[in-house]
Structure formats: C-alpha cells, structure tokens
C-alpha cells in the first residue's frame, strides 16, 4: 500500500455544544484561510439559518486548511464537522466514511454525556484511529482530571477485550475560543500553555495516518453527501479510495441497485477554507464535488469503465421515531403559505429522500398525508420547521414510536437519558422519570450542589418529557438522550394528565372572552386571533377537554356604567415554538403548520364527531 504523505482526513465528533465548530473556526483562522481583516461570522461552518438560531450543527460540512511544516512544504488537512446530537446519526456516519481517523472534543466540565458515547461507539466500530481533544479547560467550573477518567471508563465500557491497545490515546487540552491548546495539562479554569493550535496540528500529524492506497488499483470514488449548485445542478461530495479523477472524464457509475452507466463528468471542485473552486484532477484520499450526474445517490460509486468495483454501499441506523405528515386541512388553510397541494409535499418528501438516508417516507391510508419516519423529535421537527420556511402549509401528527416484533415479542426502543440537576430537585425529577416505566442506572453527585443521573427508559416516555422537567426543575435542569437499545414493550405509560380547552366555533378571538375563560387554564391565544371549531386554544388543568367560545362579545347597551369601562387584565398567551407543541400533543390532536402560524387542533374538528368517538372508546 502506497500513502498520501501530504494530505490528512479528519472528522471532529463530539456531544451537542462541546465546541467543534469553534474550534474549526480557529484551525480556519490559524491556517490563513481568511485576511486578517476579514468580516468572518462566528460559527462559521453553521451555515443554515435553522443552524444558527439553535445553535447546532445539523448538516456534517467539510473544508480544508493547508498546515505548514518546519521544512517548508505544506500538508492539507480535510475536517469535517458533524452534529452533536443523535437525532443527525445520520450525517456522522456519513462523516465517517470519508476520514481516516477523529478528533473526540470533550468539555472540561460537561465531561462523557450520551451523545459522546453515541459518536465514539461510530467512530470505534469503524476502527478509526482517536484524538481525545479536552475542550474548555478555561471554564471555571473545569474539572479536568475527572473528565479525563471519565474518558478512559467510556472507553473502556465501549471497547472489546481485545482492544485494549486503543486506550493508548493521545489527549490535547484546548480552550477553542481563544485558540489555545497544549499536551500538558492546565490547571482547572487555567489556560493552555501554547498561545496557538501547534501542539493541536502537530497531534494531527503523526496520530492521524495519511490516506492510504493500491498503485494500480483502477478508479474508485465513494458518494458520501450531496448538494446542489444553481450553476451546476447536483454535486456528488465523493471520497476518492483509488486512481485519479479528472475534469471531463468517463467513468462507471455503479448505482445502488446493482446496474453500471457510462457517464462523462462536466466539473471537478475541490476545497479550500469555505470556497470550493475548480480543479483539473484530485488523487487517492482527495475530497472532491462532482457534476454531471443529476441522479447520482449517496453510498453509490464511481469505477474505472473497463474494470467497474463497486464499494459497499452506506449503512445507517434504523428510524425509531415516526409522525405523519400531510397536506393543511383546516378551515384557515391557504392564508398565508404558498404550497398547499399533495403533489408538491410529495414532491418536498422525495427531494428530501436524495440528501438524507436516515428517514424513510411511506404512504398511509389517506393520499395527501405520509408516514415519515426518522431517528428522533428533534430531526423530524427541523424537517417539518425547513419546510414551512420554504412556505408549505403541513398537518403534522403526534410522533410515535417505531416498535419491532423479536423472537415473537413486541419490542420498543429505549433511550438513555443523562439529567443534570440541583440536589434540590432530585426526588422530584426521579418521582417524574418513575411514573414513564425507567430505571436509574447512575447517579453522581459532584459535590457542588448539581447531582448527574442516568436513566434507561422507552423512547414514548420521553415524549412531552422536556418540557415538564424544566417546569419542575424551574428552568434549572439540563437534558439529554440517545437511543439505547430495542427492549421488550414496558407496559402502559400515562399520557399528559391535563386536558384542552377546544373552540367551539369560528372567528376572531375577543379579549372579553378571553377574560372569562383566563380562569379555566393556560390559552394560547390573543385578542383578535382567528379561531374555528376544533381548534386548541388552552390547556384545562382537569384530565378531559372542554369546549369553549373565545369569540363571545360583549353586549353593548345604551346605558352608562361607572365600572362598565373597566380595562379587562389579560394574561399573556402561552406560546408554543413547533418542538414544544409537538410535545403538547395527545393521540387524537395534532399540528396544523404554515409559514405565519402553528396551531394546536383536533384531529377530528366537528365537536358531534368527536363525542360520538369518545362514546365508542368507552363501549369498546
């Protein structure tokens, strides 16, 4: 096998806020990507709107910096930044596929949290070569020696018992913010002792290996992403195993069903910082954009025509979480999105097919609505919030989630959920976890007041979970979970104990009305918002729902009271951003979405109707 001396491949993986995007940032700026009077945003791989609002990464990018050697020559160095969060799975495997070894970015105080252990469960099932990178050792609650154990009992959890030789790991100590790292370690909330990234390259250098391959060999590129150019159509985003690809040249294009066309290439991109920019020929290790091809799929290959080896093809993980989507059925439909029919959502869902292999769309029962399955809430939601921005109108259903018959029992997916919480609120967090069928499998206490718990528990008891935790915890507690593993089905968990408070006929919201009913529960409406019948407008602290008018004027007459005028106090309205309504949601309620609005409805709108079902559920 010969190597590519003057070229690394380098993905960075980490828990969700850990500082991967910060910290390319910083390799960007110390490389001399940018002019040193440059106006750069910060995150600047956050390329997405979505992106920067959250604050995450969802889609996996790539640049590449050129690092300078003591001798003079340069070595190019391809990073790719993946998302944190295990509901994008996806787009870390697919990072993974085009590198030869990771960086793992911990946080200093944060240490190991569940989507470090998803990332790094990838990446050493891949037998990638790991750089534990200690990030934020500047934060003043750092606690350096104990995250670095930490690290070393995932890895040891993680690892088979012949892998032994993996916990001889290299460990940089980093504060990316200020674009400082170093081997040794700092004291706790002190800085590096190098005033750059040097040591940080130089890890890179000799624990990555250079990309390795056969002379000889006949062309292959593996497809591992795809974009869009409004100049050149759908570019490929391939890893280039063996041979050379050129501007303009014929190869085989190997699909994924097994059949092999002829096709020529019309452009050749390779990048460099955030530009990509034309390029004649890219070699074994190269990560290169190619047009021509406007079916092209991810996982597919391009061979050498005379000889044409296929590599196998992307494997990702199976959906867990599923919701339907379909067409606005509501009485407001059509007032302010400019998609309304069943042929453009269809059309929406397949484009969406082409770019990400972690969801599945099937058909139901009705023709304007799908099945749309994906890893979790927090992916399928950044789904529906793209689309509504591209100014589709959406009936979004409650999410559910995917069970699986094994060994002829029915099987769930459970999550692992990792609580950060004050000690105040531990027996009320736990008394909350106990009644969604869980099992506490940790709990450390840190000795600053905050206590850390890990629970195992079914994927639908975290459904509506966020936002009754923080309520409890007042805002204080922090989150977060990644699928488990398939369990036997836990038995019956108890839905949101609340009711809803439902319109029960159409118009405009009055403040009079809304006077009235502040005392029944939480609205969700203002003054002069339109209403029809089915519509949510509140929450009724009492289990069942209860029909309300919101629209219910004042009498006027023509004789004058002294309190007549009174200002009438109204509560603000509670509003839901798209994940929490999702939350909210029972079985027989759903989403109505548009570009201006998301409205809580009934599935079913006519009140009749739906006292006819509930009188069938009690006799069934």
Known sequence: MSVRADLRNVAIIAHVDHGKTTLVDAMLWQSGAFRANQDVEKRVMDSMDLEREKGITILAKN??????????????????DTPGHADFGGEVERGLEMVDGVLLLVDASEG???????????????HLPIVVVINKVD????RISEVTDEIYELFLDLLEDDEAHKLDFPVVYCAAKAGRASLTQPDDGGMPDSDNLEPLFGVIMSAIPAPEYTDG??????????????????????????????????????????????????????????????????????IVAIAGIPDIMIGETLSDPDDPLPLPLIHVDEPSISMT???????????????????????????????????????????????????????LAVLVE???????????????????????????PFERLTVDIPEDHVGTVTQLLGTRRSRMEQMINHGTGWVRMEFVLPARGLIGFRTEFLTQTRGTGIMHHVFECYEPWAGEITARSTGSLVADRTG?????????????????????????????????????????????????????????????????????????????????ECLEVTPAHVRLRKVTLPAHERAKERNRAKKG
Not at 253 to 269: I, T, Y
Not at 529 to 548: K, L
């Open 386 to 412: 793209m689309m509504r921005r591209e100014g589709f109108e959406l009936t979004v259903g409650k999410p559910q989630v995917l069970t699986r018959e094994i060994d002829g029992k029915l099987h769930e």
């Open 63 to 80: 640049t590449a910096v050129d690092h300078a050697l003591a001798d003079g020559t340069s070595v190019t160095i391809n990073i790719i």
């Open 139 to 142: 934060r003043a609650d750092a």
């Open 112 to 126: 190991p949290l569940p989507q470090t252990r998803f990332v790094l469960r990838k990446a050493l099932a891949k």
């Open 325 to 379: 989507i379909g067409i606005n059925t509501s009485p407001l439909a059509g007032k302010s999105g400019s998609k309304l029919t069943a042929r453009l959502l269809k059309a929406r869902l397949d484009a969406e097919l082409i770019g990400n292999v972690s969801i599945r769309v099937l058909p139901t029962e009705r023709p304007d609505t799908w099945e749309v399955q994906g890893r979790g809430e927090l992916q």
């Open 508 to 588: 405009a919201v009055t403040s009079y009305a809304l006077f009235n009913l502040q005392e029944r529960g939480v609205l969700f409406v203002a003054p002069s918002d339109e209403v029809y019948e089915g519509m949510i407008v509140g929450e009724n602290p009492r289990n069942e729902d209860m029909d309300v008018n919101p629209t219910k004027e004042k009498k006027l007459t023509n004789v004058r009271s002294s309190t007549g005028e009174e200002l009438e106090r109204l509560i603000p309205p509670r509003v839901h951003s798209l994940e929490q309504a999702l939350e909210f949601c029972r079985s027989d």
């Open 217 to 286: 060999a006949p062309l292959q590129a593996h497809v591992t992403n795809l974009d869009a150019s409004p100049y050149l159509g759908r570019l490929a985003l391939c890893r280039v195993i063996n041979g050379t690809l050129k501007r303009g040249q014929n190869v085989a294009w190997c699909k994924a069903d097994g059949s092999v066309q002829n096709v020529k290439l019309s452009e050749l991109l390779m990048t460099h910082a955030l530009e990509r920019l034309p390029a004649e020929q890219a070699g074994p290790g190269d």
